[in-house]
């Protein structure tokens, strides 16, 4: 079927703890699915199920079936007929995540399934509540014994802790139980395409780093925005808000990777130490130049209590105190239940000492990472004709066009690294420390002054939202 391309030649077990929830139907099933039918499962492999939910074997195949055949089409040909051959490598397991006599037997199951050789790579897709109790029991089972088998890595989900003293508390347990090296802590926008390429953008390329920097450059915004709301997470949603879900993870890693300096080497540890030094120089969040917002229906979802001051919408602007970004700002917004889905970063330069000609724009490079991945450089051009007239034009690089290979999803892509053991697109302990110093005390004073945000219109526009009175909205709206 299927050509192997570097396939990891160790027969592997693949525990997705936490199977019958979203994030395992959503992502892990799917990129698994992918993952075998490109060939980069090892030929001997088996997927099993955690969770407490009662299903057996043959009712968690009818639900990964659903999930590939109805909710993730496959593609036709040699992967629709793949879908057969994958089921008959999925497992169930039904157990309790505080009883390490269930993860006893699973490790039992699993030595009958993929011998007693196999690696073993334990997922933790669930709420982060249970992440201690479950490592704790995993250790008392035995399973992230080394000694015992080729390897055993384990894959932690976000959010890790709630704010600086949780999370390294969190980290210091969670160091007893496994050690660093075989802890893989997972951002999935580390895995994304067009944020894996900040690094060859930024530092492949001769004519960005003149000008990567305060002298030309005026302001930086990194905007994530989706058209949706909680969807059936709400529970989870309103504990954390959106500051804690997406901007303490996803947004700071965008913003470091477009704020560091040149790694020495390319290696795991010199890219997090540069990362680390930015978000280290990064001044905390605070309350006069941020605002939170939430959406008009929110309290109304099952789950979340009517009383609540959960914030889903945030917009702040964070300042880089190196000598190369002092003084430049850091636009950040994220929001549910926008207009449209897209996550994009856009760095403006700054304006030409003399306006030389009418009707040019300041020029901006736009990295769109979500949807359509693209580049967008936007440069004054002469309008053809008699007259010197110019106008803002786009230079663009569309992924779509440009590459002819689909891109690999962000969990397919860091499945395939925890299996050939390599950390490099996983975060580091300094590193989510030093993001966490980020928003902490701007939630711990949110958390204390228990001030319910303003509402805003279900699918509005991100940046109208909100706009500060000396602000304009962006280039091409309204
Ligand atoms: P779910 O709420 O769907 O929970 C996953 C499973 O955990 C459930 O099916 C349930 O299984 C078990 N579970 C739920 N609540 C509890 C509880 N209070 N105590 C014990 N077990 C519980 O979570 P998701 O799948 O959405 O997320 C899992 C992890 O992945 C989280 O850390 C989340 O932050 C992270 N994540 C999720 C994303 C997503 O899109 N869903 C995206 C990025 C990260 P059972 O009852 O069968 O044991
Ligand atoms: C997750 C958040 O980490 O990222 C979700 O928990 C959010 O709330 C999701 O929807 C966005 O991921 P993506 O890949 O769809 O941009």
Same mark, same amino acid.
């Given at each position: 079927m299927i050509g192997a391309v570097n396939r990891p030649t160790t027969p592997t077990s693949i525990v997705i703890i936490g199977a019958s929830g979203d994030l395992a139907r959503k992502k892990l099933i799917p990129a698994l699915f992918h993952l075998f039918c490109n060939g980069f499962l090892p030929e001997r492999f088996r997927v099993v199920g955690f969770a407490r939910t009662p299903l057996d074997d043959e009712s968690f195949r009818q639900e990964v079936a659903e999930t590939l055949t109805t909710r993730f089409q496959p593609e036709p040909g040699e992967c629709a007929l793949a879908v057969g051959h994958f089921l008959k490598r999925c497992h169930y397991h039904q157990g309790q995540y505080t009883r390490a006599d269930d993860f006893r037997t699973l490790g039992r199951r699993i030595e009958g399934l993929a011998g007693p050789r196999s690696g073993l790579l334990l997922y933790m897709a669930i709420p982060p509540d249970v992440f201690l109790d479950t490592a704790r029991s995993i250790r008392a089972a035995g399973l992230a014994d080394e000694e015992e088998r080729p390897w055993s890595r384990v894959v932690i989900e976000k959010p890790f802790g709630r704010d600086t003293a949780s999370s390294s508390e969190l980290t210091r347990a969670l160091g007893k139980i496994f050690s660093e090296n075989q802890t893989y802590r997972i951002d999935h926008y580390l895995g994304k395409e067009a944020i894996q390429n900040l690094l060859a953008l930024r530092f492949g390329n001769r004519i960005l780093e003149p000008l990567w920097n305060r002298e030309h450059i005026e302001s930086v915004e990194i905007c994530f925005s989706e058209d949706i709301g909680t969807q059936g997470r709400a529970g989870y949603f309103d504990r954390f808000g959106i500051i804690r879900d997406v901007v303490q993870n996803h947004l700071l890693q965008a913003l470091a990777l477009v704020a560091m300096e040149q790694p020495i080497r390319l290696t795991p540890g010199e890219i997090a130490r540069e990362k680390d030094r930015v978000l280290r120089a990064t001044r905390p969040m605070n309350a006069a130049s941020t605002l939170v917002g939430q959406y008009e229906g929110y309290r109304q979802e099952p789950g979340v209590p009517e009383d609540s001051i959960t914030e889903t919408f945030v917009r702040t602007t964070l300042h880089v105190d190196t000598p190369r970004w002092y003084g430049v700002p850091f636009e950040i917004t994220a929001g549910k239940a926008l207009a449209e889905r897209k996550t994009e970063i856009l760095v403006r330069f700054r304006d030409l %000492?003399?306006?030389?000609? %009418?009707?040019a724009a300041t020029n901006t490079l736009r990295i769109r990472i979500q949807p359509d991945e693209e580049i967008e450089l936007q440069l004054n051009n002469k309008v053809p004709g008699m007259n010197m007239t110019v106008t803002p034009v786009g230079l663009n690089m569309l992924y779509q066009q440009e590459f002819a290979t689909a891109l690999p999803e962000a969990y397919e892509r860091l499945l395939l690294d925890v299996l050939r053991g390599d950390r490099s697109l996983f975060i580091q302990q300094e590193e989510l420390a030093a993001a966490w110093e980020v928003v902490t005390p701007y939630l711990q004073e949110r958390e204390r002054l228990l001030k319910r945000p303003p509402e805003y219109p279900y699918g509005c526009q991100a940046p109208h939202i909100f706009l500060r009175s000396d602000e304009t909205p962006y280039p091409g709206e309204e």
């Amino acid at each position: 079927m299927i050509g192997a391309v570097n396939r990891p030649t160790t027969p592997t077990s693949i525990v997705i703890i936490g199977a019958s929830g979203d994030l395992a139907r959503k992502k892990l099933i799917p990129a698994l699915f992918h993952l075998f039918c490109n060939g980069f499962l090892p030929e001997r492999f088996r997927v099993v199920g955690f969770a407490r939910t009662p299903l057996d074997d043959e009712s968690f195949r009818q639900e990964v079936a659903e999930t590939l055949t109805t909710r993730f089409q496959p593609e036709p040909g040699e992967c629709a007929l793949a879908v057969g051959h994958f089921l008959k490598r999925c497992h169930y397991h039904q157990g309790q995540y505080t009883r390490a006599d269930d993860f006893r037997t699973l490790g039992r199951r699993i030595e009958g399934l993929a011998g007693p050789r196999s690696g073993l790579l334990l997922y933790m897709a669930i709420p982060p509540d249970v992440f201690l109790d479950t490592a704790r029991s995993i250790r008392a089972a035995g399973l992230a014994d080394e000694e015992e088998r080729p390897w055993s890595r384990v894959v932690i989900e976000k959010p890790f802790g709630r704010d600086t003293a949780s999370s390294s508390e969190l980290t210091r347990a969670l160091g007893k139980i496994f050690s660093e090296n075989q802890t893989y802590r997972i951002d999935h926008y580390l895995g994304k395409e067009a944020i894996q390429n900040l690094l060859a953008l930024r530092f492949g390329n001769r004519i960005l780093e003149p000008l990567w920097n305060r002298e030309h450059i005026e302001s930086v915004e990194i905007c994530f925005s989706e058209d949706i709301g909680t969807q059936g997470r709400a529970g989870y949603f309103d504990r954390f808000g959106i500051i804690r879900d997406v901007v303490q993870n996803h947004l700071l890693q965008a913003l470091a990777l477009v704020a560091m300096e040149q790694p020495i080497r390319l290696t795991p540890g010199e890219i997090a130490r540069e990362k680390d030094r930015v978000l280290r120089a990064t001044r905390p969040m605070n309350a006069a130049s941020t605002l939170v917002g939430q959406y008009e229906g929110y309290r109304q979802e099952p789950g979340v209590p009517e009383d609540s001051i959960t914030e889903t919408f945030v917009r702040t602007t964070l300042h880089v105190d190196t000598p190369r970004w002092y003084g430049v700002p850091f636009e950040i917004t994220a929001g549910k239940a926008l207009a449209e889905r897209k996550t994009e970063i856009l760095v403006r330069f700054r304006d030409l %000492p003399v306006a030389f000609f %009418p009707g040019a724009a300041t020029n901006t490079l736009r990295i769109r990472i979500q949807p359509d991945e693209e580049i967008e450089l936007q440069l004054n051009n002469k309008v053809p004709g008699m007259n010197m007239t110019v106008t803002p034009v786009g230079l663009n690089m569309l992924y779509q066009q440009e590459f002819a290979t689909a891109l690999p999803e962000a969990y397919e892509r860091l499945l395939l690294d925890v299996l050939r053991g390599d950390r490099s697109l996983f975060i580091q302990q300094e590193e989510l420390a030093a993001a966490w110093e980020v928003v902490t005390p701007y939630l711990q004073e949110r958390e204390r002054l228990l001030k319910r945000p303003p509402e805003y219109p279900y699918g509005c526009q991100a940046p109208h939202i909100f706009l500060r009175s000396d602000e304009t909205p962006y280039p091409g709206e309204e």
